[in-house]
């Protein structure tokens, strides 16, 4: 066994957390409690190749692995949860096209990602199909050449600011399978009847951009198709093994982030005449974070070193992604109570770590989901 990440990986992440320290804590506030998603940002990320490294050098990105995408996601969530979601989520839904997309869509999707001329997305949420995915109710009806498109998706990342999304719709309602009426479409959000409204007041992550959109007889034509018509549903799954292994990431640099403000408050803050870290209660506290992100560290990398070696492994993914969860929710309330009074003020880092943490447990599959999946492999195995 070899554990050690390689000198290319380690170089990505000195890189990374470089770029994050210089440039994310300048705007973090004001990108936070104003709501806005700092597009300078993401130009100097795509001109530094930090956005979208899984791409292949043959469409213009730097053909590495979903685990290097990780390392990055890490070191930028470090820094601020929010930024980060929203740099690195520009790419989201492009996995699809890279896994299932043809040779064309690939051609010309992928290489503008990484670029900063575009931006995408994946809609699957409806407001009354979450968890349930195969309960989507958006409607793409074939006429003649085009796919006709109707219904509202919610919670989109990147719903406004996208150029285009892979959405989820019915293609194939009188499937003898549930999960067989399922197509992935791309849509052009400057389509006609295509819909988009920010949503506000969030309580995390306010630097990155969520909607809700909506299709009305929204005509793309049909080689919009994403993959196989009727194996929407299973294709996102797949997608899913991928794209909840960068939440573990997202997930575990920031309760890092969170941790290391705690070390630094409790070594400077005095009590009782001593530093607060001098009291075992504190050594204990920050002994256990520490133990979490790295037990989560481990769990999350080997399904990433895993993935990248085409060995799909879904329930330990969502062992990752429950665990990691976890892990930020806890660290982080543990690392605000070390700041006392002072963490419950916004002009400490720790106040928005604490807001930004808790959707790690419910984007791309909530905790109970991932629970499921896991009791599913392995009640069905003994
Ligand atoms: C900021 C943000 C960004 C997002 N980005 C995207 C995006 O880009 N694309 C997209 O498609 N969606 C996105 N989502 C949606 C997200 O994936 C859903 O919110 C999530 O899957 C949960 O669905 P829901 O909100 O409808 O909750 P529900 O499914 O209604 O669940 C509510 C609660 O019930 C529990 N529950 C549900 N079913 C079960 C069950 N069978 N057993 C036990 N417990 C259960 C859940 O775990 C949860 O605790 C985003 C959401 C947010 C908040």
Same mark, same amino acid.
């Given at each position: 066994?070899?554990?050690?990440?390689?000198?290319?990986?380690?170089?990505?992440i000195?890189?990374?957390?470089?770029?994050a320290?210089?440039?994310?804590?300048?705007v973090?506030?004001?990108?936070?409690?104003?709501?806005?998603v700092?597009?300078?940002l993401?130009?100097?990320?795509?001109?530094l190749?930090?956005?979208?490294?899984?791409?292949?050098?043959?469409?213009?990105?730097?053909?590495?692995?979903?685990?290097?995408?990780?390392?990055?996601?890490?070191?930028?969530?470090?820094?601020?949860?929010?930024?980060?979601?929203?740099?690195?989520?520009?790419?989201?839904?492009?996995?699809?096209?890279?896994?299932?997309?043809?040779?064309?869509?690939?051609?010309?999707?992928?290489?503008?990602l990484?670029?900063a001329?575009?931006?995408t997305?994946?809609?699957?949420?409806?407001?009354?199909?979450?968890?349930?995915?195969?309960?989507?109710?958006?409607?793409?009806?074939?006429?003649?050449?085009?796919?006709?498109?109707?219904?509202t998706?919610?919670?989109?990342? %990147?719903?406004?600011?996208? %150029?285009?999304?892979?959405?989820?719709?019915?293609?194939?309602?009188?499937?003898?399978? $549930?999960?067989?009426?399922?197509?992935?479409?791309?849509?052009?959000?400057?389509?006609?009847?295509?819909?988009? %409204?920010?949503l506000?007041?969030?309580?995390?992550?306010?630097?990155?951009?969520?909607?809700?959109?909506?299709?009305?007889?929204v005509?793309?034509p049909?080689?919009n198709?994403?993959?196989?018509?009727g194996?929407?549903?299973?294709?996102?799954?797949?997608?899913?093994d991928?794209?909840?292994? =960068?939440?573990?990431?997202?997930?575990?640099?920031?309760?890092?982030?969170?941790?290391?403000?705690?070390?630094?408050?409790?070594?400077?803050?005095?009590?009782?005449?001593?530093?607060?870290?001098?009291f075992?209660?504190?050594q204990f506290?920050?002994?256990e974070?520490?133990?979490?992100?790295?037990?989560?560290?481990?769990?999350?990398?080997?399904?990433a070193?895993?993935?990248?070696?085409? $060995?799909?492994?879904? =329930?330990?993914?969502?062992?990752?992604?429950?665990?990691?969860?976890?892990?930020?929710?806890?660290?982080?309330?543990?690392?605000?109570?070390?700041?006392?009074?002072?963490?419950?003020?916004?002009?400490?880092?720790?106040?928005?770590?604490?807001?930004d943490?808790?959707?790690?447990?419910?984007?791309e599959?909530?905790?109970?989901?991932?629970?499921?999946?896991?009791?599913?492999?392995?009640l069905?195995?003994?």
């Amino acid at each position: 066994m070899d554990f050690d990440l390689t000198d290319e990986q380690k170089d990505i992440i000195k890189a990374a957390r470089e770029f994050a320290e210089r440039e994310f804590p300048e705007v973090a506030q004001e990108c936070d409690r104003e709501e806005k998603v700092p597009k300078h940002l993401w130009k100097k990320a795509c001109e530094l190749g930090f956005v979208g490294v899984f791409i292949p050098e043959t469409y213009g990105g730097a053909g590495l692995g979903y685990l290097e995408h990780c390392l990055i996601n890490e070191e930028f969530w470090r820094v601020d949860p929010g930024i980060a979601h929203f740099i690195l989520a520009t790419t989201f839904g492009s996995e699809l096209i890279l896994l299932f997309g043809t040779e064309e869509q690939k051609k010309k999707r992928l290489p503008p990602l990484v670029q900063a001329q575009t931006i995408t997305g994946a809609a699957i949420t409806e407001p009354d199909a979450g968890s349930d995915v195969s309960s989507v109710r958006t409607t793409a009806v074939l006429d003649g050449s085009e796919y006709v498109i109707n219904g509202t998706k919610t919670f989109i990342s %990147n719903g406004s600011i996208a %150029n285009f999304l892979q959405v989820l719709c019915v293609t194939e309602p009188h499937a003898r399978s $549930r999960h067989d009426r399922f197509s992935v479409i791309t849509v052009e959000t400057d389509r006609k009847g295509f819909e988009a %409204n920010k949503l506000k007041n969030k309580l995390g992550i306010r630097a990155s951009d969520t909607a809700e959109i909506s299709f009305s007889d929204v005509r793309v034509p049909k080689e919009n198709l994403v993959g196989k018509a009727g194996r929407g549903f299973q294709q996102f799954m797949v997608f899913f093994d991928h794209t909840r292994l =960068h939440v573990c990431a997202e997930a575990i640099g920031l309760a890092q982030g969170a941790m290391e403000q705690a070390i630094k408050h409790v070594r400077k803050r005095e009590q009782f005449g001593k530093p607060l870290a001098s009291f075992q209660v504190t050594q204990f506290k920050i002994a256990e974070m520490a133990t979490r992100i790295e037990a989560g560290r481990n769990l999350y990398q080997k399904a990433a070193w895993l993935l990248d070696q085409e $060995r799909v492994e879904p =329930h330990l993914i969502s062992m990752a992604k429950w665990y990691t969860g976890e892990t930020a929710v806890k660290v982080t309330e543990e690392a605000l109570q070390l700041h006392g009074g002072y963490g419950f003020i916004g002009d400490y880092n720790i106040e928005r770590f604490y807001r930004d943490c808790k959707i790690v447990e419910i984007y791309e599959g909530t905790k109970e989901i991932e629970k499921t999946i896991i009791a599913r492999e392995l009640l069905g195995k003994y």
